[in-house]
C-alpha cells in the first residue's frame, strides 16, 4: 500500500530545483510527500553558478533566487570582455533551501532527518528502506549522493577540488562588475588549478582557488595560494566566510537501481559534466522535463540516465579526452585552457561548455588548442581499443605486401621498424622480469634472482652449443606456451587452447617461410624443420575469433594470414614486436603499476645488459662461422632462446595474478 505520493530521498540541489518547479506549476496540492535528508539544509554550503542567456527559462525562472549576474568576464587575468546576451549567475544554497522549508510548512510535508538505507521496488512499486521499516510511494525521487564505480578502459575519475574565501578587501576591488573565470597565475604545482574571483560589491568577492586533477589539493596548498593570490591582487584582506567543497570529474559508470517508480536526480543521474563539474542548469532542465511529464501523465523514469546514455556522442567524447589529459599530463591543463581562453571567443567557449556548438565550430576551437598533447592522447587511447593494434598491424603488413617488389626499401623500412621495436619494447618488456615479484628492486634478493636467471640463460646456450635439437624442442616449446600465454589471457582462451594458439602461429611463421627457416635452422645446429605449413592453418582460427565475436582475434589471424607472403623475418618481427611484446609490455606495466617511461627506465639496467650479451654473443659466433645475414640471424635466435627461458618462468607471476 503506498503511503506517500513522492518520497524525496535527499533535499539537495536537484530535489530543491524540482520541487520548485512543480510548486510553480501548481503540481503540488493535496500531495503526501515526505522529504528525507540527514542534513536539515539549514545553513549555505554550497555556491551555485551557472551562465545562460538573459531570456532562457532558467534566468526567468530562478530570477528571485539569483543574488548576483555579471555580464562581463576578466579571461585568465586579461582584458575585460562582455557576455552579454549570457549572463554569469550566482545562487546561494541557503536562498534555494529556505523556499524548500517555506514550501514544507506552506503544504504540510512530512520531513525526516535521517539516511536513507536503501532505495528499491517490487511489484508493489517503489519503496524506502528507512531505519528498519519500508516506506513506500508512487515515485521514489532519488538524489542521494551517488556511488561511482571503478574506473575501466577509456573511463576516468579525477576531482575537481577548490576553497573559496569570501573576503572583504580595504582597497577597491578593480572592474568590480566582471568575475573572473580561469585565471591561471597561480603556481601550478604540477597540477592544473586556477582561480575564480565572483566580486560582490567594491570590497568584496569570492575568490575560489580549484584544482582538476588525480590528487585533491590539500587546505594548506589551497590556503597558502589563496593569500598569495588575494594578497598580489587585492592588498589587505579579512575573511568573511569559507567555502570547502570537492566534485568528481568522471565519465565511470553510477550504481543506480534502474527500477520502475524511482527517478533518478542530481548527480547520481550523471547530471555533472565531467569535464567542467558543472550541474546546476543541467538539473534545472532535467526538473523541467519532470514537470512536463507530470503535467501530461506520462512517465517520469524515462529521464534516469545509464552510463551509456550519459557518456555517449561527441561531447563525452571530447570530455573523456581532456579528462585524461588532466590525469595523466596535469601540467597540460595550464597551456591548454590559457589558449582556449585567449584564442577563443568567450561566448563561444561557453556555448561549447554547454554542448551546443556544430561540429565545424568545435572544430575551429580544437585548431586553436596546442594539438600535440591531443593528438598523443588520442593515440594513447585508441591503444586501448583491442581491435585498434591489429588493425595498424594489419595496415602494416598490407604496407610491405605492397613493398613486395622493391625489396630493398621493404627491408629498409621492415628492419628498421623492428629494430625500433626492439629498443623500445622487444628486449624491455623482458628486462623488468627483476621487479615482477615485489614490485620494486630488493637489493636481499636480487643476486639470487640475478644468479638464478643467469643459470638458466647459460643452461639454454649450453644446450645449443651440444644438443641442438633438443635445444630447438625446448626452445619452441616454451615460447608456444608464452606466446598462447600473452594472447590467451587477452582473449579469455583456456590454458590448452592458449599453448596451441601459441603453437599453430610458431608453426604457422616458419613453416609458411620453409627454406628461410631450414636455413636459419641448418646454422643453428644442422637442424630442419621436415614440413611445410600450408596457409590455411590458420583458417580454423578464425572461426573461433569470430565464434567468440572477438575482433582483435579476428584481425590478428588475418594479418598473420597475410604475412606469410613476407619475408621470415619480417614476419616474425612483426608478430614478436607488434602482437606479442606489446602485450607482454601492457600486461606488465599494469601489474607493476608504472607509466610506460618509467617502465622504460626500470628496464635499462637489463635491457643495456642483454645488448651486450647479444654483441658478445655475435662475436663468439662469428669465430665459429665465417659471418653473413642468414648466420647473424642464426645467433640472434640462440641469443633470444637463451634470453626468454628464464623470463617465460619469471613472467608466470603477472599471469598468475590475473587469473
Ligand atoms: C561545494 C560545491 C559547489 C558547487 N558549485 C557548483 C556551481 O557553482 N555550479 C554548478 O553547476 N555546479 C556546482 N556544483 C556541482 C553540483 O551542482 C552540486 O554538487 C549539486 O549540489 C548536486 O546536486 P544533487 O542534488 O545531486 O546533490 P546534493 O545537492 O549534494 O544533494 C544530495 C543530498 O542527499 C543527502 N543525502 C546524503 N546521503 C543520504 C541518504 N542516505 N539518504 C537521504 N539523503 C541523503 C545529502 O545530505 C544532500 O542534501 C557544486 C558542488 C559542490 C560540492
Not at 560589491?201 to 590539500?218: H, I, N, Q
Not at 585524461?324 to 591543463?333: A, H, R, S, T, V
Not at 617488389?405 to 626492439?422: D, E
Not at 579476428?554 to 619480417?570: D, E, G, N, Q, R
Request: charged letters at 15%.
Amino acid at each position: 500500500m503506498q503511503q506517500y505520493d513522492y518520497i524525496f530521498c535527499g533535499t539537495g540541489a536537484s530535489a530543491s530545483l524540482l520541487l520548485l518547479q512543480l510548486h510553480q506549476n501548481n503540481l503540488l496540492q493535496d500531495l503526501n510527500i515526505l522529504l528525507i535528508d540527514p542534513d536539515k539544509k539549514g545553513k549555505k554550503d554550497k555556491t551555485f553558478c551557472f551562465w545562460a542567456d538573459v531570456e532562457e527559462p532558467i534566468s526567468l525562472d530562478l530570477n528571485p533566487l539569483i543574488s548576483h549576474r555579471w555580464d562581463k568576464v576578466v579571461l585568465s587575468g586579461d582584458k575585460t570582455q562582455s557576455i552579454l546576451p549570457l549572463q554569469y549567475n550566482h545562487v546561494s544554497s541557503i536562498d534555494l533551501y529556505n523556499q524548500i522549508h517555506q514550501l514544507t510548512l506552506h503544504y504540510n510535508w512530512q520531513k525526516i532527518i535521517s539516511y536513507v538505507d536503501e532505495v528499491k521496488a517490487d511489484k508493489e512499486g517503489p519503496f524506502i528502506i528507512l531505519n528498519g521499516s519500508v516506506l513506500r510511494a508512487k515515485y521514489i525521487f532519488d538524489s542521494r549522493p551517488p556511488v561511482y564505480k571503478t574506473a575501466q578502459v577509456r573511463e576516468t575519475h579525477i576531482f575537481q577540488s577548490f576553497v573559496g574565501w569570501m573576503i572583504e578587501t580595504e582597497n577597491e576591488i578593480k572592474d568590480s562588475n566582471a568575475f573572473r573565470f580561469m585565471d591561471f597565475h597561480i603556481e601550478q604545482q604540477d597540477s592544473t588549478q586556477f582561480v575564480y574571483v565572483l566580486p560582490f560589491s567594491t570590497k568584496t568577492a569570492l575568490v575560489e582557488v580549484t584544482r582538476f586533477g588525480a590528487e585533491k589539493m590539500s587546505l594548506t596548498d589551497a590556503e597558502e595560494l589563496l593569500d598569495h593570490y588575494v594578497k598580489n591582487n587585492f592588498g589587505k584582506y579579512s575573511i568573511q566566510d569559507i567555502e570547502i567543497g570537492c566534485i568528481p570529474m568522471s565519465n565511470t559508470g553510477i550504481n543506480n537501481t534502474q527500477l520502475p517508480g524511482i527517478v533518478t536526480m542530481g548527480a547520481r543521474n550523471y547530471q555533472i559534466k565531467p569535464s567542467t563539474g558543472y550541474a546546476f542548469k543541467n538539473m534545472y532542465y532535467q526538473a523541467r522535463l519532470i514537470v512536463e511529464a507530470i503535467k501530461q501523465n506520462q512517465p517520469i523514469e524515462v529521464f534516469n540516465k545509464s552510463k551509456s546514455k550519459a557518456h555517449k556522442g561527441r561531447f563525452s567524447f571530447y570530455d573523456g579526452l581532456l579528462l585524461d589529459i588532466l590525469k595523466d599530463k596535469p601540467k597540460e591543463g595550464k597551456p591548454i585552457f590559457e589558449a582556449l581562453l585567449k584564442n577563443v571567443e568567450v561566448k563561444k567557449i561557453l556555448n561549447f561548455l554547454d554542448e551546443k556548438t556544430d561540429v565545424a565550430t568545435d572544430l575551429s576551437i580544437f585548431y586553436q588548442l596546442p594539438w600535440k598533447v591531443f593528438v598523443s592522447t588520442l593515440f594513447e587511447r585508441s591503444f586501448s581499443f583491442t581491435w585498434f593494434r591489429p588493425l595498424i598491424l594489419t595496415f602494416i603488413t598490407i604496407f610491405f605486401l605492397i613493398l613486395s617488389n622493391h625489396s630493398a626499401l621493404q627491408n629498409y623500412l621492415a628492419y628498421g621498424l623492428i629494430m625500433i621495436g626492439l629498443v623500445t619494447v622487444g628486449i624491455p618488456h623482458g628486462a623488468v622480469d627483476h621487479l615482477l615479484e615485489t614490485g620494486k628492486w630488493n637489493m636481499k634478493v636480487a643476486p639470487l634472482f640475478i644468479a638464478k636467471y643467469l643459470f638458466l640463460a647459460s643452461f639454454m646456450g649450453l644446450l645449443w652449443y651440444i644438443l641442438p635439437f633438443l635445444a630447438l624442442v625446448i626452445f619452441l616449446a616454451y615460447s608456444s606456451w608464452h606466446f598462447g600465454q600473452a594472447d590467451g589471457k587477452k582473449w579469455l582462451l583456456s590454458k590448452w587452447s592458449s599453448t596451441f594458439w601459441g603453437a599453430s602461429v610458431l608453426f604457422y611463421i616458419l613453416g609458411t617461410h620453409l627454406s628461410e627457416t631450414n636455413k636459419i635452422l641448418a646454422v643453428m645446429g644442422n637442424l630442419t624443420l621436415p614440413i611445410a605449413c600450408p596457409a590455411w592453418l590458420l583458417l580454423p582460427w578464425l572461426v573461433v575469433a569470430i565464434f567468440h565475436k572477438n575482433a582483435s582475434f579476428a584481425l590478428t589471424v588475418f594479418w598473420l594470414f597475410l604475412s606469410a607472403y613476407l619475408p621470415l623475418l619480417i614476419s616474425f618481427g612483426l608478430y614478436f614486436i607488434g602482437q606479442h611484446s606489446l602485450t607482454g609490455w601492457q600486461d606488465v606495466r599494469n601489474h607493476l603499476k608504472l607509466s610506460n617511461s618509467r617502465m622504460w627506465i626500470h628496464s635499462l639496467p637489463f635491457h643495456a645488459t642483454a645488448w651486450i650479451f647479444l654483441l658478445c654473443f655475435l662475436v663468439f659466433w662469428s669465430s665459429a662461422y665465417p659471418f653473413e645475414e642468414t648466420k647473424r640471424w642464426a645467433v640472434f635466435f640462440i641469443f633470444i632462446a637463451c634470453i626468454s627461458f628464464p623470463h617465460v618462468i619469471s613472467i608466470n607471476v603477472v599471469y598468475r595474478s590475473k587469473e
